[in-house]
Structures are given as C-alpha cells and as structure tokens.
C-alpha cells in the first residue's frame, strides 16, 4: 500500500510542489478544524461544569432553609408563635391594633403582614377587615424624622402618636440589635404596649424587651427572613381562624 508521502514522489517533480502546497491545505484544514472542535467541546464541557456547580448552590441554599425550618419546628419556637397569636387575638378583641417595624427586607416583611390582616390573607376567607398597621411606610414621615429627629426614632416616634395601651407591636430584626426597632420595644413598653420580637441570631439584646419572642436560631440574614415570613402567614391564619372562631370578626 502507497502513502500519501509515496504518491507525491512518485508524481513529476513539476507536480510535487503544488502537491505538496495542496496537502499542506489539507492538513492545515484538518488541524484547525481539530483544534476549533476542541474548543467548542472545552467550552461546553466548562459551560456544563458551571451549570452544574450553580444548580448546586441553589440547591444547597434551599437544602440550608429546609433545614434551618426543620430545627425550628423541634423546638418550643412553634409553641411561642401560637402564644403570639393568641396576645394579638386578645388585644384586636378588644379594640387595640398591631403595629409592625423593620429595616430593609424586615420592612417588607412588616408591610407584607400588615396587609394580610388589613386586606387579605387567604382568597377562600373573605372577612372583615382587621387593624394591623406599619410604622414607616410614607416616605414623608420617614424623612421627617430622620432629619428633625434621626433614623433610630422612625419607628417610636409615629408610635408614640398612634399606638394605646393595649395594642401589639411586632418589631422584625434578623440581628437583634437594630436601634430603631430597639427603641420602638423601649416606647411600646412605656406606653403599656405588648411587645413581640421576630428576632434572629441570640436575640439580643432586642429580646430583652419582648414579651414574646420568636427567635430563629441562625446567622444567615436570608436564611431567618425565610423562617420569618413563613412564621408570619402561619401567626396571621392562625388570629384570623382564632378571631372567627370567637366570632369577633365575620365573613362576608
């Protein structure tokens, strides 16, 4: 059998060069053809090693909350959530309102309670409507105090207007230790105003002026504002269940 080195010799020395320059297109061809599958191949190799490793970190973030819920429900955390329920069944009974402060994702948290109460929790539950209220939720008053008064006082100061004796004020904080929602505990109890935590980390020191307090066991800014809100529309079904049960409020 001839090689392709044999056939070239074997043509007339006229005909080697542009064979030779032809085979060398060939090859050259092949190579880089060779060499640009090889990149495609590395690179959808790399792009599958990245998907991979990114479904892997949200998997492992939804693993880490599933966990971090889990150790809450062995705890007595579920107990204290149902205790909660019934100061704020009690004080909407007669008469107060709950009142709700947080900072940054906690404050969204606190607006997304208050209007399950207000408006609407469950489509299959349309009832009365119930007193549940954010202290910072107009960026009037919000910048008013801040300048004329500072961002510590943006919670207590609105409070100290609205709230009465009797009432319920619910403070989020993942740290425990927001300044803002600290004070707000510190007015709600010179005004004779239930406090509840829905706290993080130790607790502290914000647990230390709750009455109750529900304290997720963890670190993770993320991780607690998920055991946060699903607490909050566990607490606000159990006060609308709770309070149509006692026949305080009606459906319509």
Aim: glycine share 8%.
């Amino acid at each position: 059998m001839y090689s392709i080195k044999n056939i070239i010799l074997s043509l007339h020395p006229r005909s080697i060069k542009p064979a030779l320059f032809a085979l060398e297109l060939i090859l050259g061809g092949i190579f880089i053809a060779f060499n640009s599958l090889r990149v495609i191949i590395n690179l959808n190799f790399i792009e599958v090693i990245r998907s991979m490793t990114q479904q892997n970190h949200i998997r492992m973030l939804f693993e880490e909350s599933i966990a971090l819920k889990q150790k809450v429900m062995e705890t007595d955390l579920l107990g204290t959530l149902s205790d909660i329920a019934d100061m704020i069944v009690e004080s909407i009974a007669n008469g107060g309102r709950l009142y709700l402060c947080g900072n940054g994702g906690s404050a969204a948290d606190a607006q997304h309670l208050a209007a399950e109460l207000l408006i609407r929790l469950r489509s299959s539950v349309n009832r009365d409507s119930l007193p549940a209220l954010t202290l910072a939720t107009d960026i009037s008053s919000v910048t008013a105090c801040g300048n004329d008064y500072g961002f510590d006082d943006i919670f207590a100061r609105p409070l100290s207007g609205l709230g009465r004796a009797g009432d319920v004020l619910l403070g989020i904080t993942t740290s425990g230790t927001s300044p803002n929602v600290i004070k707000a505990f510190q007015k709600a109890r010179e005004m004779s105003i239930k406090t509840v935590g829905f706290l993080g980390c130790s607790g502290m020191p914000a647990s230390d002026l709750c009455d109750l307090a529900f304290v997720v066991p963890s670190m993770n800014t993320g991780r607690v504002q998920e055991v946060h809100i699903t607490a909050g529309h566990a607490l606000m079904e159990a006060v609308e269940d709770r309070l149509l049960a006692r026949g305080v409020i009606k459906t319509l």
